[in-house]
């Protein structure tokens, strides 16, 4: 089966400038998740989709960060305006049910922010 | 919130032999505890996972085991091979599934011939 896309892999963006990221998960899949991966760090989950709707974005910093999954397929993460802090690796994960394990996830796009 | 801790952030074997990370978490209420191996420029990958209803398990050379009185659980990785390198997270969650997970800092485990 065909894995979860991501792109662009890479990303240099100046500070205050707006990036987006484009995931598009395995076919199926109901459950949509964006992880930050920072360097030496484990990923932390900025925002869960279960199909179109938000499950979870606890942690997704909103006066910067959106997100959306308009028809419960693919989904974009933007960042407006970005911050030094925000250089990552952006993962975007997805798994069959409401969280049914596993999780798969994408190569991540990386984000330097200068 | 959930807080997961790993131990130790880098490990070097020499091939063959054992390797053991840990992790300890905070909310007694996780339930759900991944594993995921991350080789370089990679993505992560489940290898193993384990409920809070089981103890121990087992998949060939890979083990993990679950204290819920200590809340801590433990990776095994016995007759280590030099493709066994790479970054490891453990993960946990109050959900019993995927949702909500938390991860470790990772521990890098370099295998050495």
Request: charged share 20%; proline share 5%.
């Amino acid at each position: 089966e065909a894995g979860v896309a991501q792109s662009p892999r890479y990303k240099i963006i100046e500070k205050r400038q707006s990036v987006a990221f484009w995931c598009n998960p395995i076919s199926g899949h109901a459950t949509l998740y964006w992880y930050q991966q920072i360097l030496g760090q484990g990923p932390k989950l900025l925002i869960q989709f279960q199909n179109n709707g938000v499950v979870d974005d606890s942690q997704l910093p909103k006066d910067r960060f959106s997100a959306e999954r308009l028809k419960g397929v693919d989904s974009t993460l933007k960042i407006q305006p970005a911050k030094l802090e925000d250089s990552a690796v952006y993962l975007c994960a997805s798994s069959f049910g409401t969280g049914l394990p596993p999780l798969h996830f994408g190569n991540g796009t990386r984000l330097t922010v200068t | 919130g959930e807080n997961v801790e790993q131990h130790p952030s880098t490990l070097s074997v020499q091939e063959g032999d054992s390797a053991v990370i840990k992790c300890t978490y905070s909310d007694s209420a996780s339930n759900y505890f991944p594993w995921y191996k991350q080789e370089l420029g990679k993505r992560p990958q489940l290898i193993i996972d384990i409920r809070s209803n089981v103890g121990e398990k087992k998949d060939q050379r890979i083990a993990v085991t679950l204290n819920k009185t200590a809340k801590h659980f433990s990776l095994h990785i016995t007759e280590t091979q030099p493709e066994d390198s790479a970054v490891y997270f453990c993960a946990a969650s109050i959900t019993g599934t995927a949702s909500k997970l938390t991860f470790g800092t990772g521990t890098r485990l370099q295998v050495t011939l």
